[in-house]
Structures are given as C-alpha cells and as structure tokens.
C-alpha cells in the first residue's frame, strides 16, 4: 500500500511539473483522429463520445470494477487515486475521451499513459497505468481510439486490473464521472409494464371474436 502510494505522489509530482502537464517519452508524434467511438463500451459521438477504458463481458461492453475511486482526505493521505478495471496482461487500453496523448513512458519502474483531453482550459488529464503506450507522444485520439496495452506491474496493488485515474492540475478526480449513467449501469435495460394495455388488449380480442361468431360484443350492455 505505502509503496503504490509512494507511486501515485511520485506520478503526480511529475506530470505536475512538466509543461502543460505533459511528457517527453518517445518523442512528438504526428497528430491523428486514430479510432471512433463506436463498437461496445461506447456512447456518443464526436466531442461527446466516450467509452470504458477496457472493454468486458458484462453488458454495453462494461468491465467489471474491482476498486472504486476512495478520495483522500489530504493530498499526501490514505485513499484510492482512480479505478480499478478487470484487464489482464495485453488487453487494449482505449482514450476514454477525445484528447492528446501527452506523455508514454516510465514513472517510478511503472508503465504510464497520460490523455489531455479536449477542453477548452485543457485542465483535465487522464492516466492509464500499468499502460505501454502503443501510439507516439502527440498523437491525437478520438473516444475508444486504442493507446496502449496493459502490462504486468509488481508495485500495482491490483494485480490484473488497470487503474484508471483522472486529474484536474494535481487533484484527482473519480473517471467514472466521464462516462454518460447508462453506460455505468451494470443490468440489462428493462421496459416496464404500461398498466391497462394487457386489459384493453384481451377486451379487444373478446370483441373480434364474438363478431366471427356473430355474436354480442362483451361490453354491450344485456338486454
């Protein structure tokens, strides 16, 4: 625990610090709109579009969460800095987001993604981790556009997870706020009963059938 935290701060530290808050690993890249939105885990189009990380088996592609966002108290304070997805070894990481990639390289031993996203104050960033990077500092993607793959990471609390996490400057943010409420749900979407309509429904059948016997509706009044 004291270690993946001695990580979070070290990461923070230096994404901090750069310029922009980016990274030089790699080298620039040439500007893309490598990926679209659309496929499972994905909602939206364009500037709005958004997608899970990771894809998994449940359904609209949701991966199963395995940690939650804990916030900490203080800046340096016991917590959870991001979420953690179900993603073994190898499985494509996707921008969650349209954004830049910024920064691809090591932090502390630990493989690190960086996406600005496209924001006006470009305030937002979004960190992928243990993440190689797949795609050239500068690189731009749209939402779901692949950028990396995970990796096996011995100080990662999680093993067998991507951690997800999300910052405006240095304070970190819970990512799953990124993402429109339907495509958090975890269940199937469900139609509810619209009441009377099976009633009216069995009513109107009496009545065809009464007219092929030729005989009285069941809602004429008796004689």
């Keep these: 625990m004291a270690l ?21 690993a790699g080298g620039a890249g040439t500007a893309s709109g490598t990926g679209t939105a659309g496929g499972a885990g994905c909602a939206g189009a ?14 609209r592609g949701r991966p199963a969460v ?8 203080t ?16 499985s494509v990481v996707r921008a969650a987001a349209p954004g830049e990639v910024t920064f691809a390289g090591k932090v502390a031993g630990t493989d690190v993604v960086v ?9 937002l960033r979004v960190t992928y981790e243990p993440v190689r990077g797949t795609v050239a500092v500068g690189t731009r993607l749209a939402a779901g556009g692949p950028l990396g793959v ?28 990124l993402l ?26 009496a009545e065809a059938a009464a007219r092929v016997r030729g005989g009285r509706s069941p809602r004429a009044a008796p004689s």
């Design 75 to 90: 800046p340096y304070a016991a917590g959870h800095r991001g979420v953690d997805l179900r993603a073994g070894p190898g």
């Design 4 to 24: 993946h935290m001695w990580l979070t701060v070290v990461m923070t530290a230096l994404l901090t610090a750069l310029p922009g808050g980016t990274g030089t």
């Design 150 to 177: 995970v990796t096996d990471s011995a100080v990662h609390r999680s093993p067998g997870c991507l951690h997800w996490g999300l910052l405006r400057g240095d304070v970190y943010l819970d990512p799953l706020t």
């Design 115 to 123: 996406l600005r996203l496209d924001r006006p104050d470009a305030s």
């Design 66 to 73: 395995l940690r939650a966002f804990e916030p900490p108290a």
């Design 180 to 205: 429109p409420p339907w495509l958090l749900r975890a269940g199937p979407s469900r139609l509810l009963p619209v009441f009377g309509a099976a009633a009216d429904g069995t009513e109107r059948k």
């Design 46 to 59: 364009g500037s709005d579009a958004r997608c899970w990380p990771v894809t998994g088996p449940e359904v």
